[in-house]
């Protein structure tokens, strides 16, 4: 008697899986379902779930939203109009602040 990976391939047990992940169904009802035997399914779901999976992706949020790809450059403010590097030739003056009694 043949097995059942040379009965049905992977593909078709990978498929029979991803549309069981889908379904509200448990795995007994799934393979009643499409009449496949559920000890077969319970062993390519094993091997399925032993398989490395490749990691999930974060979405990493920033305080301060996303900087233009410029800002990247090496080059800041007035240094990237003018094509300079280094400190801006801008300086904001500083005040002095005094609190009132």
């Not at 889908?22 to 390519?44: D, M, T, V």
Request: net charge positive; with cysteine.
């Amino acid at each position: 008697m043949a097995s059942a990976r040379e009965r049905h391939g992977e593909a078709l047990w990978r498929a029979h899986h991803e549309a069981w992940q889908q379904s509200a169904l448990n795995q007994r009802e799934y393979c009643e379902a499409h009449g496949i035997p559920l000890k077969a399914f319970g062993n390519w779901r094993a091997k399925f779930k032993a398989e490395p999976q490749p990691p999930v992706r974060k979405l990493l949020y920033r305080r301060r939203g996303l900087v233009h790809t410029l800002s990247h450059s090496g080059l800041r403010g007035a240094d990237r109009a003018a094509g300079t590097r280094g400190a801006s030739t801008h300086v904001r003056p500083r005040v002095a602040c005094s609190r009132r009694p």
